[in-house]
């Protein structure tokens, strides 16, 4: 993610960002998909990986989803980006709200920022074009969201922490964990275990590991120009 050459003169399109239209072909909760690995990929883009396949976590769905990230809380704007995209609504908890100061901009309402995890969600769940449709929280705090923020329906909890907070309810057994960088192997280790930990100090620079029930992805993480303004945007001026 580069910083553009100029800034754009105005905020770049939301669906201008890489994002299937939502579908639930097994009619089931993200567990009961058999492989990310789609041709197209439903749901949030991820990536691609070595063979050129998209790689995919699935859209906001009948059953809630919990994610945890181990990397930089950049990453937590992409993931909003993409649950945008996807008809989400987002609410982004982190401790450092003026980077999220251009999207929220760009974002239409959809997209609020707070200082701490509020009673979450504060609208009701949703199927997508169904009245807020299906709710987000994307979190960069250091304490995690509590476990339960993800049990329910049209519901997605993120997580994005350089390792997992011991303890943590949230990080037992999440549905997907992201792994971001190489030098992250010993977390991976500790939340993961041994093999896990090999597949990240594996990595090479731009490369991503994403471990989930059904097996485990290497890839790099596709960035379009238009998210890249957007991630970079910068907020509306001050009075």
């Known amino acids: 993610m580069t910083a553009p050459n100029t800034a754009p003169s105005t905020a770049p399109d939301l669906a201008a960002i890489p994002g299937t239209p939502w579908s639930d072909p097994l009619g089931s909760s ?5 492989s990310f690995r789609l041709a197209p990929a439903p749901g949030l883009h991820l990536g691609t990986d070595a063979t050129g396949r998209a790689v995919a976590l699935p859209a906001p769905g009948p059953a809630g989803t919990r994610i945890g990230v181990l990397g930089d809380a950049l990453f937590a704007r992409l993931l909003a980006l993409r649950l945008l995209a996807v008809g989400a609504r987002v609410t982004a908890a982190t401790r450092t709200p003026e980077p999220w100061a251009g999207l929220v901009q760009a974002a239409g309402g959809r997209l609020d920022v707070a200082a701490s995890v509020p009673a979450w969600p504060g609208r009701t769940p949703a199927p997508p074009t169904v009245d807020d449709g299906p709710q987000a929280l994307v979190s960069d705090l ?3 969201p509590s476990r339960a923020t993800a049990n329910g329906p049209w519901r997605t909890v993120v997580h994005v922490a350089n390792a997992a907070p011991p303890r943590s309810g949230f990080w037992v057994a999440p549905d997907a964990v992201i792994v971001l ?3 992250l192997a010993e977390a991976a280790d500790r939340l993961l275990g041994a093999e896990e930990a090999r597949t990240t100090a594996s990595l090479s620079p731009g490369e991503i590991a994403l ?3 059904y097996g485990t992805h290497v890839l790099r993480v596709d960035v379009t120009p238009p998210e890249d303004a957007l ?8 009075a």
């Open 30 to 34: 993200f567990r009961s998909f058999r």
């Open 142 to 144: 250091r304490r995690p």
């Open 181 to 183: 960088d190489r030098r």
């Open 211 to 213: 471990f989930h029930p």
């Open 231 to 238: 991630l970079l945007a910068p907020g509306p001026p001050r």
